[in-house]
């Protein structure tokens, strides 16, 4: 157990340390001068991607839900 809780909270450090920003959207914006644009980009890119995976995480802590109540009857 307490393995899987480092684990997660690895994951969860090395999830927002992560840059989201794809090739053609970083060499756009760093060539500017402004680089609280591309950190506002970047934020709204790792906003978006967070919502499918939480709905995935849900979907299948349901799913083990219930199976697990099956397996017991």
């Given at each position: 157990?307490?393995?899987?809780?480092?684990?997660?909270?690895?994951?969860?450090?090395?999830?927002?340390?992560?840059?989201?920003?794809?090739?053609?959207?970083?060499?756009?914006?760093?060539?500017?001068?402004?680089?609280?644009?591309?950190?506002?980009?970047?934020?709204?890119?790792?906003?978006?991607?967070?919502?499918?995976?939480?709905?995935?995480?849900?979907?299948?802590?349901?799913?083990?839900?219930?199976?697990?109540?099956?397996?017991k009857i």
């Amino acid at each position: 157990m307490k393995q899987k809780v480092a684990f997660f909270i690895i994951a969860l450090f090395l999830f927002f340390k992560t840059n989201a920003q794809c090739a053609m959207c970083r060499a756009v914006l760093e060539s500017g001068d402004d680089q609280s644009a591309a950190e506002g980009i970047n934020d709204g890119i790792m906003f978006l991607m967070i919502v499918p995976y939480i709905l995935v995480a849900v979907i299948g802590y349901i799913v083990y839900k219930s199976y697990s109540k099956s397996k017991k009857i």
